[in-house]
């Protein structure tokens, strides 16, 4: 029962494989807008990404400090 389950889980995964590279072989979509407009706010993102985890060190260093006096 189990074989089975996986065997038709297997071959889903592998008609989505083939039917996604199928997909992305066609042309005549510009994405070069929407990949510039994301490349320009990686930035942005990264700068707030490392602000939140500086956040996030700063009240763990506090935590463990204050558990050890």
């Given amino acids: 029962m189990i ?7 297997g071959a889903a995964g592998a008609a989505l494989a ?3 590279a199928a ?6 979509v510009d994405v070069t ?3 510039s407009t994301i490349e320009s706010g ?3 993102v990264t700068a707030i ?3 939140a985890l500086v ?3 700063g009240a763990v260093v506090f935590k463990l400090v204050r558990r050890a006096m």
């Fill in 3 to 9: 074989r089975k389950s996986l065997a038709r889980i």
């Fill in 18 to 20: 083939a039917s996604g």
């Fill in 49 to 51: 990404g490392g602000a």
């Fill in 23 to 28: 997909l992305a072989q066609e042309a005549g």
């Fill in 42 to 44: 990686t930035s942005a």
């Fill in 33 to 35: 807008s929407a990949v």
């Fill in 55 to 57: 956040v996030l060190a």
